[in-house]
């Protein structure tokens, strides 16, 4: 089933997802497309880091068909990170681990965002950096 994985703020359409409920399985290959972790022998790993999946954990490994699976959203969850996911668009979104949230927290620096400006030029909060922001803004309801 296709399902749209947003990982990292981007988005990958997946054509062999398997969702179930709040599971969401991907095949090797799929998971390094949408995700650039990888199935190895000694864990899940990705940028020099590996997370081992053994004893409790490995409900969220199986041998499929085509090779082994993963539970992304069941180690996305092991991992600290927010999951949600719409059943009807068939879309998952996975945020940013808790304890990037957390270091953020700590310095009480603003995540990075863009934004245009009346005349449509765009502004980025970390063009302002070591300089006083006052950020105003509205809703119509």
Same mark, same amino acid.
């Given at each position: 089933? &296709? ?6 703020? *981007?988005? =990958?359409?997946? =054509?062999?997802? %398997?969702? +179930?409920? +709040?599971?969401?399985?991907? /095949?090797? /290959? ?16 990705? +940028? ?8 409790? %954990?490995?409900?969220?490994l ?12 069941? @180690?996305?969850?092991?991992?600290? *990170?927010?999951?949600?996911? +719409? ?6 979104y @996975?945020?940013? &681990?808790?304890?990037? =949230? *957390? =270091? ?6 603003? &995540?990075? @965002?863009?934004?245009?400006d009346?005349?449509? %030029?765009?502004?980025r ?8 922001? @006052? ?7």
């Amino acid at each position: 089933m &296709p399902a749209t994985v947003i990982y990292g703020e *981007q988005p =990958t359409t997946l =054509t062999d997802a %398997r969702p +179930d409920r +709040d599971d969401l399985w991907l /095949s090797a /290959s799929d998971l390094t497309a949408a995700t650039g972790w990888e199935i190895k022998p000694e864990g899940i790993c990705r +940028d020099g880091l590996c997370v081992p999946v053994a004893g409790e %954990r490995t409900a969220m490994l199986r041998q499929d068909r085509a090779g082994p699976a993963l539970n992304l959203a069941a @180690f996305a969850r092991y991992m600290g *990170q927010a999951v949600a996911h +719409d059943d009807a668009t068939a879309c998952w979104y @996975f945020g940013a &681990p808790l304890r990037d =949230t *957390q =270091t953020r927290m700590l310095t009480l620096a603003a &995540p990075d @965002f863009e934004l245009p400006d009346l005349q449509g %030029r765009t502004h980025r909060l970390s063009d302002h950096r070591g300089k006083k922001v @006052f950020l105003l803004s509205w809703a119509s309801w």
